[in-house]
Each structure stands twice: as C-alpha cells, then as structure tokens.
C-alpha cells in the first residue's frame, strides 16, 4: 500500500514515545526515573469522578460544538479569568486540546510563527495541514520567551498577508509564563503585522503566580484553548475546549463543521461529567491549590538542585516543566562523544535511568545541550493526603523525602553520575 509522499518525514509523537520507552523499561525490571512524559500525576477531583459514573448510561449524540451547559460554565469561568465576553456560542469542546489546535491550523490562513523551544506537536500538526513554518529560536537571556522585536523580524524574513502565533503560557517545555506587560507588547506587533494568535493556556490554571494574563485581555483576534488534562489529571478522558472571541464568529462556525466531519462529539457521559470542573466546588477549589503548592515547592527544590550542579534553567512558574542545559559539561562530555541533545539523553537513560527528553525534539539546535525534565514522578493521590498534613516547617529536603522520594533518588543519581564524568 502506498501513502501519502508528504507524511514520509512524520515521525512518531517524542512524548509519548519516551513514555512508552520508560513502561517498556520499568516492565523489563530496569531502574527508570520517569522525567521525560508530562503526565499530570494527580488524580481526578472525586466530584468529577462521581459525576462521570452518574451519566455513564448517557448513551446519545451531544451537539457537534458541545454540551450546552458545559459551554455555559467554561465560557463564565474563562471570562472571569481572563477578561473577555465569552458566551456559550463561542466555545467549542473537542477531544482534547491537541485536537482542536489542529482544526485552527487548518481553518486558518498563513504560515506558523513558532517560537522555540516549541511543545513537540505544533511542528507536526502544521505539516500535516502543508502550513509553512516560521521558527523563533528564543533564548536562555529571555528566558527562552519570544520579544516583540523577533516578532516583527520573523514578520519581515516571509511577508504573507496574515499569521499565525502560538503562545503557549505557562509553557511547555520551559514552565515560564509572560507577564502582562510582555503580553501587551506582543499584542501590538500582532495587530500591526495581522497575527492571528492561538493562546495554548493548557496549564494556566497551575500558574504559580497569582496574577495569571492572558494575551486575549489585550488583543480580540485570539483564541484561547485549554482543557482537563493537566490541573485536573483527567489526560485520557479527552476533553478540550478552545474560547473563540465574539469578533471572529465567522471562524466559530467553520471549526463547527470540521468538528462535524471529523470526531462528531466529544463522550456525553465525560462532558456530563466534566461540568464540576468549572463550578466554585470547595472540592475544585482545594485540588487546584494544593496541586499548585506541590508542583511549585517540587519545581523550586529541583531547580535549585540543578544550580548547584551547574545545569542552568529558568525558575519554574508554572505547569511541571523545566528546560535544562548542560553546557557547562559540554567539553567533558565532548570527549566521551556526546554531542547533541539527542545523544547526551540517551545515554542518561541507558547509564543511570533518567528519562528526559532532548531539546532538538522541541525544535532547538540539534547541537545544543538541552533537554526538558517535567517533574511528576511521584504519587499525586498520595502527595495531595500529605500536603493536608504534613508540618508546614520541614526544610525543602524534608518536605521532599516525603512527597516526592523518587525524584530525590534520581537527583542524587544525575549528581553522581555527573560528576564520574
């Protein structure tokens, strides 16, 4: 059977290859120290749980844009939270997230402005649509976020008439987020240059700063995706959601018959059963917070541990990624033929059992000695009982034998092994 010539160079989704790589080893008995996949690793509110198991006899059809009153809540508490005149017209719940980027791919016209490093998939999926892309290598003095002055120069390298930017905020895979005056900034070379923007706020509700911003306050022509997956842990449940602005209905309409000539309707009884997510449940209301609290303590721990084995990264504010460099070994690991990013995390997965992913994966210089650790190797269910408890005096050290052992063990593990090199 032949394919399509165009999908020759496709290869496989990095993240859930390294995961599947890491069950594959742990099923083996091998030591595997899981860093590369961002799986969220707490469970699903119970209310959301009980809720589900409620509707499971829910059997029919929803309407192709979503359960109404699914809509209805999303649209309230996303326009609370950023500040924009949302109604249950303009949302729109697809099967995750991933799946409705790739629909605005394609119903948008213009190239793909893709600041890296860049989540794995924005690449691809713009490929798969024949979208040119246009790549921003930001840098570590930016903390690898876009300026305003990169914008308006990839604008000027390739003139088309329209574009399209993704921002990705908290980010994946550096966990920094843009401030309200980067956003503003931004805002003005998109109005001045016609960039439609794609706001991927997967993470946004784990924001560990309490004034989380959105670029859609500043600038109609975004829209903003999102989901369940990451603060609610609900991943394989498969629900997204993307809030179209009111001044780009006509754009609302096509994504609606893509929807209906692709994937139909998202599950009824996980729509049903999604409704609580965006309701003021003390429930809801205390996971996200102390999911917050763990993630930030973890990030913090593990980026301060970094340092002082001189890997350098951005300081976490938000989601569970950090960025990493090791350019600090880069002659002691020159001489043991390690190269790349690529070479450099193979060879930490088959020497001591740490996942990471490399840096070329998310479109940086295959050369350069990056890679992204997301730090969920612990026991979500178990971290949220002790965070209930636990002395709110332990050192950080303390405080992380007890939530998060494994990611201790694999700290001490990289420092050993850096320093046998």
């Known amino acids: 059977m032949k394919t399509h010539p165009y999908l020759a160079g ?18 083996s008995g091998q030591q595997v120290y899981r860093w590369g996949f961002g799986q969220s690793p707490f469970p699903v ?21 979503g359960l109404r009153l699914l809509r209805e809540k999303i649209a309230a508490y996303s326009a609370a939270k950023i500040h924009c005149p949302y109604q249950a017209e303009n949302i729109l719940i697809g099967p995750g997230s991933k799946q409705l980027i790739f629909q605005l791919l394609l119903a948008i016209e213009g190239p793909l402005l893709l600041p890296t490093p860049s989540w794995v998939s924005y690449g691809p999926q713009a490929h798969l649509v024949h979208k040119p892309i246009i790549k921003i290598p930001t840098s570590a003095e930016h903390d690898y976020k876009v300026t305003p002055g990169q914008l ?4 000027n390298s390739q003139l088309f008439s329209q574009y399209i930017l993704i921002l990705n905020s908290p980010n994946n895979p550096v966990g920094n987020i843009y401030s309200a005056n980067e956003l503003q900034k931004l805002a003005k070379v998109a109005e001045v240059h016609n960039i439609i923007i794609i706001s991927d706020e997967i993470y946004g509700d784990l924001s560990f700063e309490e004034n989380y911003h959105s670029i859609a306050s500043f600038y109609d022509q975004t829209i903003v995706t999102s989901g369940i997956s990451k603060w609610a842990g609900a991943g394989g449940w498969r629900l997204g959601y993307c809030c179209l602005n009111p001044s780009i209905e006509s754009l609302t309409k096509i994504m609606n018959k893509i929807s209906s000539e692709t994937f139909t309707s998202v599950s009824a009884p996980v729509q049903f059963a999604a409704v609580p997510a965006f309701e003021k449940h003390d429930q809801i209301i205390s996971s996200k917070k102390q999911s917050i609290n763990i993630l930030h303590t973890i990030g913090n721990h593990i980026h301060k541990s970094l340092l002082d084995m001189h890997i350098k990264s951005p300081k976490p504010q938000g989601g569970f990624y950090l960025f990493i460099d090791f350019e600090y070994y880069r002659r002691i690991l020159f001489k043991q033929g390690i190269e790349t990013s690529k070479m450099l995390c193979a060879t930490l997965l088959e020497q001591t059992g740490i996942a990471l992913l490399p840096g070329s994966v998310f479109f ?24 209930r408890t636990i002395d709110k005096n332990l050192t950080s050290a303390e405080y992380m034998l007890s939530i998060a052992p494994k990611i201790v063990e694999g700290l001490e593990v990289l420092k050993t092994w850096l320093n046998n090199l």
Do not use: W
Request: aromatic content about 8%.
């Open 45 to 65: 509110p119970q209310i959301m749980v009980e809720t589900l198991r409620e509707f499971a006899s829910e059997k029919s059809y929803l309407e192709v844009q």
């Open 364 to 387: 940086r210089d295959p050369s350069e000695l990056t890679a992204r650790l997301a730090y969920v190797d612990f026991d979500g269910q178990q971290a949220l009982k002790l965070e």
């Open 10 to 27: 496709l290869v496989h989704s990095a993240t859930l290859h390294i995961n599947e790589v890491s069950a594959k080893r742990f099923a």
């Open 152 to 155: 308006v120069h990839a604008c």
